[in-house]
């Protein structure tokens, strides 16, 4: 081999040595000899590129000077070309590009502008790289992290007011003066917090709970969501915490019964809750299966029926206001009859309070045992001041229930 390895051209003859030991040149000797020369010229690079290295180049720490730019994907590039003037290759997208996918290469500016958002956005959505830490991936959807947002500059009130510009998703609102519209894209949401006194109008262009207008306070919130309709007010908080709408009453129906075979008593003894103002107690059809009896009703203390006293308030034709009584409330001055009965409305009050007397208020009519219709109509106090927790309905002289049908109604305030 004429190079041996380190890049030492090694000669197979030595002419010197060959005449001191009186050795004579013959073709055989002068072949092999130049032969070898002949190979290890071969193996060289050559300067007009009619040859090339057939292994990687160790450069040893030293450079290679005078290159001229690179200008296909395989030329080398030199120094300047990299640092001082680069040029490069225009991006190209590349749909869930994995780890394995080529590298990603470097744009200007003017690159970017011109192939991704006038070529590549109107074909497809920008995405946003992520990985599960072995795999690249490419989504438009954000999981797995918190995103921290900023609160932007104050903005004054004026009639309209620019949420597009806001500098934040968090922002205040100063002034005192009148909003009639707000400025805000499409699906976009900014949290507002109103420093001042002022009047939000609902109208088109801004659309409040219950389409009403909102005097605000200071320290009230709103969450703000744009949609084609115009902004919507999606939620607001006043800052003392008081509803903004004060709604009517609403009823739920809590329990009923319908007694189709005799029963002595109707219980609902563990029904009241502080959840209900009032409750509303509705009967209907209701008969006993004797007619001397007059309908009752007695309050329940913990579950337990209060009848610790036998006195007890009438509510009949034309009675007003009687006489507060103790426990029971009869319903009525004259014995019902079994065969027409009647129906009647009680509400009952403030049956959560631990101190004060509960009312109780009776509206109906019913057939009495002399074949004459009575009016039911008046009030009655429990005397007892506790909390109650039911009612029970009964007969006066022990009867029972040939029917009826009973509806308990809670009303609650807000």
């Excluded at 830490?133 to 989504?139: I, K, P, Q, R």
């Excluded at 563990?270 to 409750?279: C, H, M, Q, R, W």
Aim: aromatic share 8%; glycine share 10%; net charge neutral.
């Amino acid at each position: 081999m004429p190079f041996n390895g380190t890049g030492i051209f090694q000669r197979v003859r030595s002419w010197v040595n060959d005449a001191a030991n009186g050795i004579f040149v013959d073709a055989t000797r002068m072949d092999s000899d130049t032969d070898d020369i002949a190979a290890g010229l071969s193996n060289c690079v050559t300067r007009d590129g009619q040859s090339s290295p057939t292994a990687d180049l160790p450069m040893g720490t030293r450079k290679l000077t005078g290159l001229g730019n690179g200008a296909a994907a395989t030329d080398s590039v030199n120094y300047g070309q990299v640092f001082n003037q680069p040029s490069f290759t225009a991006p190209s997208a590349v749909a869930n590009a994995g780890l394995t996918a080529p590298p990603l290469r470097l744009a200007t500016i003017g690159d970017l502008l011109t192939a991704a958002f006038q070529t590549a956005l109107p074909a497809q959505l920008l995405g946003f790289l992520r990985s599960d830490g072995t795999n690249a991936s490419f989504g438009t959807t954000h999981t797995g992290y918190a995103q921290n947002e900023v609160k932007g500059a104050d903005i004054a009130s004026a009639a309209t007011i620019n949420l597009t510009t806001a500098t934040g998703n968090l922002v205040h609102v100063t002034g005192t003066t009148t909003i009639t519209a707000i400025t805000i894209p499409v699906g976009a949401e900014r949290t507002v917090i109103f420093d001042g006194v002022l009047t939000l109008t609902n109208g088109a262009a801004l659309l409040l709970p219950g389409a009403a207008n909102i005097v605000t306070q200071a320290g009230d919130r709103a969450l703000i969501r744009g949609d084609t309709a115009g902004a919507i007010v999606t939620h607001y908080q006043r800052a003392d915490g008081t509803p903004v709408f004060n709604p009517p009453p609403t009823y739920a129906l809590v329990a009923q019964a319908t007694v189709t075979t005799a029963v002595a008593n109707i219980d609902f003894l563990n029904l009241f809750t502080s959840a209900y103002s009032k409750y509303v107690i509705e009967i209907e059809n209701c008969k006993p299966t004797t007619a001397a009896n007059n309908l009752a009703i007695v309050l329940a203390v913990a579950g337990v029926p209060d009848t610790s006293g036998a006195s007890y308030t009438a509510l009949g034709v034309n009675t007003g206001n009687p006489a507060p009584g103790n426990q029971r409330v009869q319903l009525g001055t004259f014995p019902w009859a079994t065969t027409a009965g009647g129906s009647l409305t009680l509400d009952v009050r403030s049956t959560a309070a631990t101190a004060g007397y509960k009312t109780i208020e009776a509206q109906g009519a019913y057939l009495n045992s002399q074949s004459n219709y009575e009016v039911i109509s008046g009030n009655a106090l429990y005397l007892a001041q506790n909390a109650v927790t039911g009612f029970r309905l009964f007969w006066t002289a022990g009867s029972t229930f040939a029917s009826a049908t009973v509806r308990v109604y809670g009303v609650r305030n807000t």
